[in-house]
């Protein structure tokens, strides 16, 4: 059998300060692993960041024709009025049934009293 070359698993060792202060001389301050101060907080860095996202999300789609609505969609938007107007209905209803009921008993106290 030919050799295999296996490599070591290589595991996340320990860094000093020492050893922490030296890269950052070597290499310099970085935001991105916070060694360096940002001028501004990361809620406004962030918020930024996703209104770029947002504004070019919006970009993409601001020109593209709506979506035309299947029969599913049409179907339960009819339903959906249907029901509506039936409750509306009822509604209008009762609100003329208790009117009349109202009459009949205003009437009528004013007939015998």
């Given at each position: 059998?030919a050799e ?6 290589r ?6 300060e ?5 890269s ?5 301050e970085r935001?991105?692993d ?12 962030l918020?930024e960041n ?14 593209r ?7 599913d969609e ?7 009025e249907?029901?509506r ?15 009349h ?13």
């Amino acid at each position: 059998m030919a050799e295999e070359s296996v490599r070591p698993i290589r595991l996340m060792s320990f860094v000093s300060e020492e050893q922490l202060d030296e890269s950052k001389k070597t290499r310099g301050e970085r935001i991105e692993d916070g060694t360096a101060q940002r001028d501004r907080p990361l809620f406004e860095i962030l918020k930024e960041n996703k209104d770029k996202r947002d504004a070019e999300f919006n970009e993409r789609f601001k020109h593209r024709p709506p979506k035309a609505l299947d029969e599913d969609e049409t179907e339960f938007l009819e339903n959906l009025e249907m029901s509506r107007r039936e409750y509306e209905r009822q509604i209008a209803d009762e609100e003329a049934q208790e009117l009349h009921s109202f009459q009949v008993n205003f009437l009528l106290f004013h007939i015998f009293f």
